[in-house]
């Protein structure tokens, strides 16, 4: 099987789409797929990191400073992206599938570029535009399902967390918990000191991590450890470094790969919404999510109302609020038993062989 990924990564709007991408593309590699991206090269852009997992990338030129806000993350157009894209696979139409993760693209680009793949699959969390595609996946909790029908009718819909595009090393960390724990969720650790994560995104453009980590500057000394996670594009990363390197409890990790193994060693954790998510309540880690995109925010609403995380308060800059929340969930032992079980329950961890499974089957 041949496919082609056409996604992009920038310091203005995140990792996510091309770390999802590449999880998919592992996952049908390691059944002898050949994988191909197209990605632009913006500032922020994975490029070498594609190209480290084993695929190959074909790198289409940045045309100006991108926005936060997907009708500006492609400044010279969806018209000129498609004759880009065309061009880039030529010599490698016909695909058996083109997959495409990019907010800024929808019907008009998917049928310019139609004549490249045998099917078409869009990976999409919005549901806010029609998407002339074969397959689409929306690994959100709540996907409105009606929307699709409306706006992309013909295609099949795969929705929700058990499509979660996550990795092997998060299915290995489960099988870890499961066996240990004889399928139940993960105990909570015993005694009153903490183990913390903090992970709010690759890129964090307002640089929410300092923020969050000066918020909790009170709660440090009785906090066991404390993981920062960042990606090498973070905003102020050596701020970070600094001030990270001022505490024996801080410790910091740039664009890293032991993400499944930091989890597992963490009592409970501070993160954004989007893919991470997936991850946390995969592996049964209680959560104070921080939306920090509008996109986030619905599916962030919908978690905490189905009991599955904690959301943050909507003051939480102010002093003592956010670390207020930490020492409520940290001493309250059955309500992060109660979301790790959720959490695990929902998301099982086989999402990315599912969506592979579907693909080579079509």
Request: proline share 5%.
């Amino acid at each position: 099987m041949r496919v082609a990924v056409r996604a992009d990564a920038a310091a203005t709007i995140g990792s996510g789409h091309v770390m999802r991408c590449l999880t998919l593309a592992d996952e049908l590699a390691s059944r002898g797929a050949e994988v191909v991206f197209v990605t632009r090269e913006h500032p922020g852009h994975l490029i070498d990191i594609i190209r480290a997992r084993g695929h190959r990338a074909c790198v289409l030129p940045s045309h100006g400073p991108l926005g936060s806000e997907p009708g500006s993350w492609l400044p010279a157009g969806p018209d000129e992206d498609a004759r880009d894209t065309r061009s880039a696979l030529a010599d490698e139409a016909p695909l058996d599938w083109l997959v495409v993760d990019h907010y800024a693209l929808g019907a008009p680009w998917h049928e310019a570029v139609r004549s490249l793949a045998q099917r078409l699959l869009a990976i999409d969390d919005l549901a806010d535009r029609p998407l002339a595609a074969d397959l689409v996946l929306n690994q959100n909790y709540g996907t409105d399902t009606e929307a699709y029908a409306e706006h992309s009718p013909g295609a099949t819909v795969l929705a929700g967390p058990a499509f979660a595009l996550l990795g092997a090393q998060y299915r290995s960390a489960r099988a870890q918990i499961d066996s240990a724990q004889g399928g139940r969720a993960r105990a909570p650790r015993a005694g009153e000191r903490t183990n913390l994560l903090i992970s709010l995104g690759g890129s964090d453009p307002g640089n929410a991590t300092g923020a969050v980590l000066e918020a909790l500057v009170p709660l440090l000394p009785v906090l066991d450890h404390v993981d920062v996670v960042v990606g090498r594009h973070q905003s102020d990363l050596a701020t970070l470094r600094r001030r990270c390197g001022r505490h024996r409890n801080l410790a910091l990790h740039v664009q890293t790969d032991r993400m499944a193994e930091l989890l597992l060693r963490n009592d409970l954790a501070i993160g954004a919404g989007g893919s991470s998510t997936w991850e946390r309540l995969c592996l049964g880690v209680p959560t104070i999510t921080l939306p920090l995109a509008d996109n986030q925010r619905p599916t962030a609403r919908a978690l905490h109302q189905a009991g599955l995380i904690e959301l943050a308060p909507d003051d939480w800059r102010a002093e003592g609020a956010l670390a207020s929340a930490v020492v409520a969930l940290a001493s309250d032992a059955a309500r992060r038993s109660e979301l790790a079980r959720r959490g695990m329950r929902l998301v099982d961890g086989a999402g990315a062989e599912r969506v592979a499974n579907t693909l080579l089957g079509a």
